[in-house]
């Protein structure tokens, strides 16, 4: 489908280019927040062509009742693809996570990751960190996701109610304990009986997504897809 440019959008673009943020080229009118060469080369992890038994998704086996498991590419923290996430969480731009999350979502429509999600979670912030970033960037990238697929987005059926400082940093282990009994299910009877995707930025170890999961799971009867935008693997 052929995509129509207003006179302004061109405008506004020429006065004021954007950059590609893992190259810093400048973007054309029709691109958004990666230029097309650096989307080209974006290294995918295709887990969604087996998003039963890859690698990402045997890290909730045993601990949640996973059901898929996909993220868009392979992280690496100090390469230029980790840009779309420094500057999605640390830089003030929210709008990187639409943008992800709805390119993330079109390519995973042509298969059938989406097939029985009922709705999408994405993982909450203590209210204090929030506070400190205007936005919850998974959240960001939840809406990228429901406007790609019109699945709904439940904001309010879990909350983060203690932040013990980044996972960045931190081992294994330490990420395990630092979010032990971080989240707290507040309103179950909306995903009682319902299949939910989580949504997190980044999944190194998985133990965000497994404290959350291990929440909405209380509600009784739920199973969970997992995505994110980047995978850490070991």
């Known amino acids: 489908m052929k995509t129509t440019i207003s006179f302004w959008t061109r405008l ?9 943020v893992v190259c810093g080229e400048r973007l054309t009118v029709t691109e958004q927040v990666v230029c097309g060469k650096c989307n080209l080369h974006l290294p995918r992890t295709g887990y969604q062509y087996s998003p039963y038994d890859n690698v990402m998704a045997k890290l909730f086996w045993g ?3 996973i059901e898929r498991a996909t993220a868009m590419f392979f992280y ?3 390469a230029r693809t980790a840009n779309i996430i420094y500057e999605l969480k640390y830089k003030n731009h ?3 996570g639409e943008v992800m999350g709805r390119m993330a979502a079109k390519e995973l429509l042509m298969t059938d990751f989406f097939e029985g999600i009922e709705a999408i979670v994405p993982v909450p912030l203590a209210k204090k960190r929030e506070r400190q970033r205007g936005y919850n960037q998974s959240l960001e990238i939840a809406k990228g996701i429901s406007e790609a697929t019109a699945l709904p987005i439940y904001n309010k059926v879990v909350a983060r109610t203690v932040f013990k400082g980044s996972q960045t940093n931190r081992g294994r282990w330490d990420r395990n304990e630092n979010v032990e009994k971080a989240f707290l299910l507040t309103d179950g009877e909306s995903v009682r009986g319902k299949h939910l995707l989580l949504v997190d930025d980044v999944v190194t170890t ?3 997504v497994i404290a959350c999961a291990k929440e909405l799971v209380k509600a009784g009867d739920v199973k969970v897809s997992v995505l994110s935008l980047g995978f850490a693997k070991s």
């Open 76 to 78: 690496e923290s100090h």
């Open 94 to 96: 929210p709008e990187i």
């Open 206 to 208: 998985g133990a965000t």
């Open 12 to 20: 506004f673009d020429l006065i004021s280019p954007r950059q590609c």
């Open 63 to 65: 601990q949640i009742p």
